[in-house]
């Protein structure tokens, strides 16, 4: 079954700074793996998909990077805003099947 | 990307009540599907909802509690029945744009208080 770890839960850092997140899975027979940003008491907004083929995704400020054979995706965010406060969710699917398995996500809290 | 809207975004509910979330999609999709996101943990899939067969529900989730519709390619409905406390949660749509590399697209979410 596959599993989902995203460290750190939780990440507070001053506006400006570049950070990265976190994202582990299991089993490396993924077929996507997607990012999401989700405020408070809101649905998710996709941020980044990247194919089990592809090794990098980059929309604007962010960069996401996918290791297949290692199991590993990283989100990365260039010159934080507090705007981009949210909680930051991975989600991956496996071959064949578009269910998502989603990590518990990672709180970033960007600080004027 | 798909454009996906729910109703209703937020209600407070009687326990033993039930309530029935629209979900509408500004275009035709095979498949959709719908999550459910407790207070504090991350989405659970309840089931999948493809037009014109029976939905397919995950372990745990049984058509009594959570029946599902999915009348055309553009919309589909949930049913939360008899409500408990413990259903107090998000519940979320999302579909898959086929367009767009497979890209999974999500509703605003409706978010569900049964007291």
């Known amino acids: 079954k596959q599993e989902v770890t995203q460290i750190p839960a939780a990440l507070s850092v001053p506006e400006g700074e570049n950070l990265v997140l976190n994202c582990s899975f299991t089993?490396?027979?993924?077929?996507?793996l997607q990012w999401f940003r989700q405020d408070p008491g809101k649905g998710l907004t996709s941020l980044l998909l990247?194919?089990?083929?592809?090794r990098e995704q980059t929309s604007g400020r962010l960069n996401a990077s996918l290791d297949k054979s290692s199991g590993r995706s990283t989100l990365y965010i260039a010159a934080s805003q507090p705007g981009d406060s949210a909680t930051y969710l991975c989600?991956?699917?496996?071959?064949?099947?578009?269910?998502?398995?989603f990590g518990k996500g990672t709180k970033l809290s960007v600080i004027p | 990307s798909a454009v996906i809207s729910q109703k209703p975004s937020r209600d407070i509910c009687q326990r033993g009540t039930s309530l029935t979330i629209q979900c509408q999609v500004d275009?035709?999709?095979?498949?959709m599907f719908w999550y459910r996101q407790q207070p504090g943990q991350s989405l659970t899939l309840i089931a999948t909802?493809?037009?014109?067969?029976?939905?397919?529900?995950e372990s745990g989730f049984v058509i009594d509690k959570f029946p599902i519709s999915r009348p055309n390619l553009t919309f589909s409905t949930l049913t939360v029945s008899n409500m408990s406390p413990e259903d107090s949660s998000i519940y979320l749509c999302?579909?898959?744009?086929?367009?767009?590399?497979?890209?999974?697209?999500f509703g605003e979410g409706s978010w569900l208080t049964v007291v």
């Open positions: 089993d490396s027979a993924i077929y996507n």
């Open positions: 989600a991956v699917t496996g071959a064949g099947s578009y269910q998502l398995t």
């Open positions: 909802a493809n037009q014109g067969s029976e939905a397919t529900y």
């Open positions: 990247i194919q089990s083929s592809q």
């Open positions: 275009s035709q999709v095979t498949m």
């Open positions: 999302s579909v898959v744009d086929r367009t767009r590399g497979n890209t999974i697209y």
